[in-house]
T-cell receptor, first 113, second 113 residues
Framework: QKEVEQDPGPLSVPEGAIVSLNCTYS??????FMWYRQYSRKGPELLMY????GNKEDGRFTAQVDKSSKYISLFIRDSQPSDSATYLC?????????????FGRGTQLTVWP | EPEVTQTPSHQVTQMGQEVILRCVPI?????FYWYRQILGQKVEFLVS????????KSEIFDDQFSVERPDGSNFTLKIRSTKLEDSAMYFC???????????FGSGTRLTVV
């Protein structure tokens, strides 16, 4: 089922670079858009969530949602080696599917010093 | 910071055996979930639980699976007769809101041999 598509990478950038991570989706019922970070053999850790369209900024991280294009992005400024992880986008809708998250495959990011 | 705790971290079982995966959600959370991640694949929703009953389950969550909240703190996933294809990381999660803002545990790696 291809509800959420995400390029798995891997993506390798030098320290200090701006990183852009993206997902597309097909279900127009999605209302909540999240980015999770996952280290090897650990559970996903919530980075940011956005309701509906628009931008949200938190420190070096900016999340963008374009519902008209069904496209979401996560930007990481001044990337650090500690940002090296797999980044998962996730989405949820309304009504009976409110609690269920649909994940992308995840993009593996390496930031080298 | 409050955590979702999962035990055991790794379980090896023989095909056909029953397994119980255990989780202690965050104490003031009301919504509880199980997800799984087969190696190299997406994180997939199994089931959500609210107000002491299942609120939604996926097509993966067939009659071999069951969930229980036996007391005020534990949340369990039982697989009655394990198959090789049940081998995966199983993540428990909880939230206050339902729909976003989950906190995931570190997972139980289930290996069926």
């Amino acid at each position: 089922q291809k509800e959420v598509e995400q390029d798995p990478g891997p993506l390798s950038v030098p320290e200090g670079a701006i990183v852009s991570l993206n997902c597309t989706y097909s279900n127009s019922a999605f209302q909540y858009f999240m980015w999770y970070r996952q280290y090897s053999r650990k559970g996903p850790e919530l980075l940011m969530y956005t309701y509906s369209s628009g931008n949200k900024e938190d420190g070096r991280f900016t999340a963008q949602v374009d519902k008209s294009s069904k496209y979401i992005s996560l930007f990481i400024r001044d990337s650090q080696p500690s940002d090296s992880a797999t980044y998962l986008c996730a989405m949820s809708g309304r009504g009976s599917t409110l609690g269920r998250l649909y994940f992308g495959r995840g993009t593996q990011l390496t930031v080298w010093p | 910071e409050p955590e979702v705790t999962q035990t055991p971290s790794h379980q090896v079982t023989q095909m056909g055996q029953e397994v119980i995966l255990r989780c202690v959600p965050i104490s003031n959370h009301l919504y509880f979930y199980w997800y799984r991640q087969i190696l190299g694949q997406k994180v997939e929703f199994l089931v959500s639980f609210y107000n002491n009953e299942i609120s939604e389950k996926s097509e993966i969550f067939d009659d071999q699976f069951s969930v229980e909240r036996p007391d005020g703190s534990n949340f369990t996933l039982k697989i009655r007769s394990t198959k090789l294809e049940d081998s995966a990381m199983y993540f428990c999660a909880s939230s206050t809101t339902g729909g976003y803002g989950y906190t995931f545990g570190s997972g139980t790696r289930l290996t069926v041999v």
